[in-house]
């Protein structure tokens, strides 16, 4: 039987999602590196916080030439973390907080280093055994050869050769290509059923997909790839009900009515690259890539750019999900992640945007009918950290460099907070050492942090159904500053200013009008007056809502 979980599945519209990097979270045993073990003792501090979902990146064994993403051994933990008794002892802590643990699932792809693979290019192996995988009888562009002649297809790196779930269209001219049925196919489906109960028997709550739109091959609209998934899904309902699948694909449009309870915007996926979520945050700073056309972000001093293509994007995907099941509703069948930024991406605080600028970016992800990602230590305002050498494949390109968005969670001395375990910090990457360099310790002494503005932020989010995921938007602005009513009697208006210009909002506002939470905002008879990097939080009511938790 199972381990008791949180049910995620049920709440949709309320969830905050926190994904802690493992490796740079905190050490538990002392070796320099994040594990479990430092993980489950900082679960106090995540509960404080006021997070639901703790999304952990791939800790299975590994060769770690991909941090982790070409995965050795999907059921047994990758020792520099601990062991499996360590995970369910994890999930067990955290649900005892009211917190789910989700693991991320490398579905489309192994290590080169894989039992599996090794098996499969074996020569002479049984075509039961190669057929898990992708194999040209000779080298082809985009294919990495073998000693023996033959090449195999990989799927992100060279060393992470594609899992073969199929083609969805077969052509005479390529004799690999095998329908989705096939038997190499369907034990890969098999598989992944297996590798998903394995840890929901031990209490995980979830799964974030990794890549998930990669897996069946030249699949128009993604066809039988949704419905691997829809199929997938209606598994976990049966055999784990309350437990959530989250994808990395970038277009919810398409994943969430293929069964996924959320996707998230990332800086890629769907028809337009990943725009809706760099149009918000890619300043420049951080991670870059050389096929990203330059587009000023809504978050920037500059006053420059627009939450236009980011809204469009968020409403075709929420007429979509609600298309696809008009029952359920939005927020109920599958909600929209937006995330602060994550592993692969830049951090919040990158280039020339700071704290300030950050705190009015954290209150669009908390006041947007979205569910919240908070990237750890976005809650600090932890910067990108420039100029790192590449570590465990971190560069992808010459300036796609992701180390220095997977630095060391900054904890300070934590002996001046409650959250004091014997735990030590993370040393996996160098740590931001610049002066005045945020950490926790510090902003937890100081209420006016921008820790605890981020904390507030949850709280209110958790407390006012006018926040929920499912509840109504009107987008009223969409520059500088931005606005938009949120609740079903339009309630609650949110105004926005991330430039460095002041602003102002002309709104005739009651007298029982009153700030729930903001910054550098002040309420006018006619108007909200908007320092540069500001936010204001209203009530236009004077009563706050409340979120029936029955």
Request: glycine share 10%; net charge negative.
């Amino acid at each position: 039987m199972a381990s008791p979980i949180v049910p995620l599945a049920d709440r949709l519209d309320e969830l905050v999602l926190y994904q802690a990097y493992p490796q740079s979270f905190a050490d538990g045993n002392g070796d320099g590196i994040g594990d479990l073990i430092g993980l489950r003792e900082r679960l106090d501090y995540l509960a404080w916080l006021g997070v639901d979902v703790v999304w952990l990146n791939p800790c299975f064994v590994s060769p770690f030439r991909d941090a982790g993403y070409d995965v050795a051994d999907y059921l047994t933990i990758a020792p520099r973390y601990g062991s499996n008794a360590d995970l369910a002892a994890l999930c067990e802590a955290a649900a005892e907080r009211g917190i789910g643990i989700v693991l991320d699932l490398v579905a489309g792809h192994t290590s080169d280093e894989h039992p599996w693979f090794l098996a499969a290019s074996t020569p002479g192996a049984e075509p039961a055994v190669r057929d898990r995988y992708l194999w040209s009888p000779e080298p082809r562009p985009g294919w990495v050869a073998r000693p023996d002649g033959s090449a195999y297809l990989p799927n992100f790196l060279d060393f992470q050769p594609a899992l073969n779930y199929g083609y969805a269209r077969l052509n005479p001219d390529e004799p690999w290509r095998q329908p989705v049925d096939a038997p190499g196919p369907r034990a890969n489906r098999e598989a992944l059923t297996q590798i998903m109960a394995h840890w929901f028997e031990l209490g995980v709550a979830g799964f974030r997909v990794d890549m998930a739109a990669s897996l069946v091959k030249d699949d128009p609209e993604l066809v039988e790839t949704r419905r691997l998934w829809t199929e997938l899904r209606s598994w976990i309902d049966q055999h784990y009900p309350g437990r959530i699948l989250i994808a990395e694909w970038g277009d919810p449009a398409l994943s969430v009515p293929a069964g996924f309870h959320a996707d998230m915007f990332v800086h890629f996926g769907g028809s337009d690259n990943g725009l809706p979520l760099r149009s918000l945050w890619q300043n420049g700073g951080g991670t870059v890539s050389d096929h990203w056309p330059a587009h000023p972000s809504w978050a920037d001093a500059s006053g420059q750019g627009s939450l236009k293509t980011f809204a469009a994007a968020w409403l075709q995907a929420v007429r979509a999900i609600t298309a696809a099941d008009p029952k359920a509703g939005y927020g109920r069948s599958g909600v929209i992640g937006l995330p602060t930024g994550n592993h692969d991406f830049s951090r919040l605080v990158a280039g020339s945007r700071d704290a300030r600028q950050a705190a009015v970016a954290l209150a669009l992800v908390f006041t947007w009918p979205t569910m919240p990602c908070l990237y750890y230590g976005d809650e600090l305002g932890m910067r990108y950290l420039p100029g790192l050498e590449p570590f465990e494949g971190s560069r992808l390109e010459p300036r796609f460099e992701r180390a220095g968005s997977r630095t060391p969670m900054a904890w300070g001395d934590l002996a001046r907070t409650p959250f004091a375990p014997t735990t030590t910090d993370s040393h996996y990457l160098p740590a931001d050492c610049t002066p005045g360099a945020p950490n926790l310790a510090d902003q937890f002494d100081d209420p006016d942090s921008l820790l605890h503005l981020t904390r507030e932020l949850i709280s209110l989010r958790h407390r006012d159904p006018r926040l929920a995921a499912g509840a109504p938007l009107w987008l009223l602005a969409d520059g500088y500053p931005a606005g938009y009513l949120r609740g079903e009697d339009e309630s609650l208006l949110v105004v926005l200013n991330p430039s460095e210009r002041p602003a102002s909002w002309p709104w005739a506002l009651a007298e029982q009008s009153r700030i729930l939470l903001g910054q550098g905002a002040m309420l006018g008879h006619e108007r909200v007056e908007l320092e540069p990097f500001s936010f204001a939080v209203i009530d236009l009511g004077g009563a706050e809502g409340e979120r029936d938790n029955q």
